[in-house]
């Protein structure tokens, strides 16, 4: 078992926003959801994988994590976390395995929960091109019109990645998908 988090705020005024990437990846996968009160999070069963979208605020999705993890007795490592990157500009993909939170409070939430880094993570960037400006000054914004098209393109590859990775492998997820720059 595996469980997919798309990482975002719960509530209409952040839903469009780019910290909410996470989010908007699992709802073009799925449309049916179930709240678990238990874990405070709206869960999509298949029968290899749970996604899962914490309603808790993004900084505290490890509770969400923590829960689910103990009810389906998943281990760190089949735990895929999809979030936004600020490091990455709009329209970049990076997988990885592990590594810092950089400074990505949900990402930290969750290993704060689990006491280790060793989750797969799908990157999305998000980073308006040619902006500089600390990740608070645009995380929270919508996507500007001009990135509209570019976004859409990276939901799709990251859904096209995701079941690369649970159909094959990660390793192949990551070697057909990191680095790919949709425009």
């Not at 238990?38 to 999705?61: C, G, M």
């Not at 939430?109 to 960037?125: A, H, M, P």
């Not at 914004?141 to 001009?146: C, D, G, K, V, Y």
């Amino acid at each position: 078992m595996k469980l997919i988090v798309g990482l975002g705020n719960p509530g209409n005024e952040y839903a469009k926003t780019r910290h909410n990437i996470g989010f908007q990846i699992l709802d073009a996968m799925h449309t049916h959801w179930t709240y678990n009160k238990k874990a405070n999070a709206l869960i999509h069963k298949e029968k290899d994988a749970l996604f899962v979208k914490p309603q808790t605020f993004i900084n505290q999705s490890g509770r969400a994590i923590g829960v689910l993890k103990k009810i389906y007795r998943v281990t760190p490592k089949n735990i895929w976390i999809i979030h936004d990157d600020s490091d990455l500009v709009v329209g970049r993909i990076k997988i990885t395995r592990g590594g810092s939170a950089a400074g990505h409070k949900g990402v930290q939430s969750i290993y704060d929960i689990l006491t280790t880094q060793t989750c797969v993570r799908f990157k999305i960037g998000v980073r308006p091109f040619g902006v500089r400006s600390r990740a608070e000054n645009f995380v929270l914004q919508p996507f500007r019109s001009n990135e509209h098209e570019t976004i859409q393109q990276v939901i799709d590859v990251s859904i096209q990645a995701i079941r690369t990775a649970q159909k094959v492998n990660i390793v192949q997820a990551m070697n057909s998908y990191n680095g790919i720059q949709n425009s």
